[in-house]
């Protein structure tokens, strides 16, 4: 664990509540963008971050100092935001079975692409393009997803990301190779990937 973090550990444990906003201020954006990538949306990341911090303060007792605390806290949210996705699939099937009510709009792929201004070509590439990276993430468990984002975005080792979601070494390769298939099958024809 790193020294710093060790310190602001030892002092939050020892009483002094403010500590513990020196390590939420090293890791929210990790955590933010490990949650936004599990999610897909800012609202639903923000969340997730809040709560993953307030897990981790509450369950700060419980973390073996031996260990890396970025680690414990990437594995804390993680666990966060699986069981948000949970409890939105949940709600989303409970609005989808209750008459009466009107299923959201979906976004507007036009409001996500880039301000300068490419050619309608471009355009229509870049909207197709995003359509099929959305459905392919859309398409991958959230398991498979965050080893993925932790792996090929984050840059973590397979033993890290192993930790994190509390899986045999083995079993993350194949996690992490299975996300990598599914995004390569369905955006090899667009991209050209070979």
């Known amino acids: ?8 550990v030892a002092q939050v444990l020892a009483g002094d509540q403010e500590a513990f ?10 955590i933010f963008r490990l949650a936004y990538r599990m ?19 509450r369950k700060l007792g419980q973390f073996e100092s031996r260990s890396n605390f970025g ?7 993680v666990n966060c935001a699986l069981d948000h996705l949970r409890l939105k699939e949940r709600r989303d099937k ?3 079975t209750t008459p009466g009510r009107q299923e959201p ?3 507007d792929p036009m409001l996500s692409l880039p301000s300068r201004d ?34 090929h975005v984050e840059g973590r080792s397979v033993e890290e990301i192993a930790k994190t979601l509390g899986l045999r070494v083995s079993a993350t390769k194949n996690t992490v ?8 099958q369905v955006l090899e024809p667009v991209a050209g990937l070979r």
């Open 118 to 151: 490419p050619s309608p070509e471009r355009l229509v590439a870049s909207a197709e393009l995003r359509r099929k990276l959305d459905s392919a993430l859309a398409g991958l468990s959230p398991r498979e997803r965050v080893a993925f984002a932790l792996r």
């Open 39 to 57: 999610t897909r949306n800012e609202p639903d990341a923000e969340d997730v971050v809040q709560e993953s911090f307030l897990r981790a303060y």
């Open 21 to 30: 906003r020196v390590l939420v201020e090293r890791h929210s954006r990790n």
């Open 71 to 77: 680690t414990w806290l990437y594995r804390v949210a």
């Open 94 to 96: 409970e609005m989808a």
């Open 105 to 107: 709009e979906p976004a």
């Open 1 to 8: 664990m790193e020294a710093s973090d060790a310190a602001a």
């Open 177 to 184: 190779f299975r996300a990598v298939k599914k995004l390569r």
